[in-house]
């Protein structure tokens, strides 16, 4: 089968390889209907991340089950199904607080830039639609292994209430999926900070309400402007430098939540700075399992529409390409036809 390697920053290849197989009960493989670049899959691409050894690269999935292990009994052959990018088993206790992204048994998704995957902790993880979905929706459903997930679980976090104002910093995917949230979450008003007008255009066709422009103490004051120097109820950050999270405590009004989940790189938080600033924060790798089931019927029932965030449709052969537009910001988020 062809499946994708990252073998240094910048060098991501599209090889064959062998098709995996059941190593544990507990597994499933899966034919990929599609897959995609991830902005998180971009660290490691420019190098911010250490490239010891060949990666397996790839944590987005949607597709056909075609076997499963002994101890599976959620989903079966045939049944089409979404899983997260963060693996669980659904029964630990933090599972059952909601919180499937530190589950005792906690995997991370790797492997689904192929044509073929296997999913460990299926049973927990994968979630089966009741029959196959219309072709329109497989970008949709895809969104919903992880970029729609971390965008939700933005809002969640972020305690984004009905009537309330958010602030998404990031117009990147999960971003702009945060933007999808809050409004589906039922906030009035939605500011979302971005330069780029095609993200810009996305954006409000998400929800927003507002776009600023502006960064740094610029952004800060126009986003104050616009809130009456209050600043607003609910922030996510979708990024992961200083920058962008230096940016989301400045926006926040004292007792709001800023739910971040861009993973953090040089980010570093002053003790007596949030002490006084009276911010909440919560974030990390997103629940992603929490949210399936909502967010597919969501999908299902054509009431949102997360696969527009896939700007850039391109064959698995061509992933090195997908991977290099988003690197230059040619396209916001790459779907690799399988």
């Known amino acids: 089968m062809l499946g994708t390697k ?148 933005a809002a969640d976090a972020a305690r984004v209430q009905p009537g309330s104002t958010a602030v998404v910093v990031g117009d990147g995917a999960v971003g702009l999926m945060g933007v999808l949230a809050a409004r589906q979450m039922g906030a009035a008003r939605v500011i979302a900070m971005s330069r780029h007008k095609a993200r810009q255009e996305l954006a409000l066709e998400y929800g927003a309400t507002d776009i600023v422009a502006e960064r740094g103490e610029d952004g800060v004051a126009r986003i104050k402007e616009l809130t009456d120097q209050i600043g607003a109820d609910a922030v996510l950050e979708c990024v992961g430098t200083a920058e962008s999270m230096k940016q989301a405590l400045a926006v926040a009004r004292p007792g709001s939540m800023i739910g971040y989940v861009g993973v953090p790189h040089g980010v570093e938080f002053d003790g007596q700075q949030l002490f006084y600033s009276q911010r909440g924060l919560l974030g990390g790798p997103a629940p992603v399992r929490r949210f399936l089931p909502h967010l597919l019927d969501l999908i299902l029932t054509r009431k949102i529409n997360p696969g527009k965030v896939f700007d850039l449709h391109i064959p698995l052969a061509d992933v090195a390409q997908g991977y290099k537009a988003m690197d230059e910001r040619r396209a916001i988020k790459t779907l690799l036809r399988v």
Request: proline share 7%.
């Open 6 to 153: 990252l073998y240094a920053p910048g060098d991501v290849r599209i090889e064959e390889m062998p098709e995996p197989v059941i190593l544990k009960p507990t597994d499933a493989i899966i034919k990929l209907a599609a897959t995609c670049v991830c902005g998180s899959d971009l660290w490691p691409y420019r190098g911010l991340n250490q490239v010891a050894a060949p990666m397996h690269m790839g944590h987005e999935y949607c597709g056909t089950v075609i076997e499963v292990g002994a101890a599976v009994t959620s989903v079966k052959p045939g049944q089409f199904v979404v899983g997260s990018f963060c693996l669980s088993d659904n029964t630990c206790p933090h599972c059952r607080f909601g919180f499937h992204s530190s589950c005792v048994q906690r995997e991370f998704m790797t492997g689904a830039q192929s044509q073929i995957a296997r999913v460990p902790l299926a049973d927990g993880s994968l979630v089966a639609l009741d029959h196959a979905p219309e072709e329109d929706l497989i970008p949709s459903l895809l969104a919903a292994s992880d970029v729609l997930g971390t965008g939700w679980y």
